[in-house]
């Protein structure tokens, strides 16, 4: 079955402070995965990706670490702003036949704290 | 450059009715998305389209769901006849190419089945 995502509904975090929200995946095939961030009343957007030759990716401000051997992915926001206030999502790619299928997991909400 | 487009943004329906959602998406991607996400929960892929090809509608329910995308550009996805579990968001996505390229979500349609 789906099992893309840590059960951890809420993370409440000081702003200016760093966030680190965690995902576990399941399918050792899984071969891409991404980070996306859902405002109230809005799609999910791309935050960042990384393939599963890598270990490290880094953004503006995110940091994405993939641990294959755990099957474990993170996302690290630097310097937290009130504006990152969201739920996050893990997605994976599961190369399926000749296709990919792309499984969300359940999400992180992100809390902000002033 | 303009977003995913969805429409209506909010609908309210009996069970047993029909309800139809339309999505025009990023102009030139060729994969077209539907996913439905249930409050608190992860997106759940329902099809993917490859320009006006059926790539993957394993996840869904085809007794009373349906999807088309004619020319390859704007697509529907009709419910009929809705179910009070069906109230969710139903969100459209597209991207340029496979679901390893960026995928672009529109604002959704909230379905509320009463």
């Known amino acids: 079955g789906e099992s893309v995502g840590l059960h951890l509904p809420t993370l409440s975090v000081q702003e200016g402070d760093n966030s680190i929200i965690n995902c576990a995946y399941s399918n050792s095939a899984s071969d891409y995965f991404i980070w996306y961030k859902q405002e109230s009343g809005k799609g999910p957007q791309f935050i960042i990706d990384i393939r599963s030759n890598m270990d490290k990716r880094q953004g503006q401000r995110v940091t994405v670490l993939l641990n294959k051997t755990v099957k474990h992915l993170s996302l690290q926001i630097a310097a937290t702003q009130p504006g990152d206030s969201a739920v996050y999502f893990c997605?994976?790619?599961?190369?399926?036949?000749?296709?990919?299928?792309?499984?969300f997991g359940k999400g992180t909400r992100l809390h902000i704290l002033p | 450059e303009a977003g995913v487009a969805q429409s209506p943004r909010y609908k309210i329906i009996e069970k047993r009715q029909s309800v139809a959602f339309w999505c025009n998406p990023i102009s030139g991607h060729a994969t077209l998305y539907w996913y439905q996400q249930i409050l608190g929960q992860g997106p759940k892929l329902l099809i993917q389209?490859?320009?006006?090809?059926?790539?993957?509608d394993s996840q869904l329910p085809k007794d009373r769901f349906s999807a088309e995308r004619l020319k390859g550009v704007d697509s529907t996805l009709k419910i009929q006849p809705a179910k009070l579990e069906d109230s969710a968001v139903y969100l459209c996505?597209?991207?340029?190419?496979?679901?390893?390229?960026?995928?672009?979500f529109g604002p959704g349609t909230r379905l509320l089945v009463l």
């Open positions: 389209f490859q320009n006006n090809g059926v790539v993957d």
């Open positions: 997605a994976e790619n599961r190369p399926l036949n000749r296709d990919d299928k792309i499984i």
């Open positions: 996505a597209s991207s340029a190419g496979g679901p390893q390229e960026t995928q672009y």
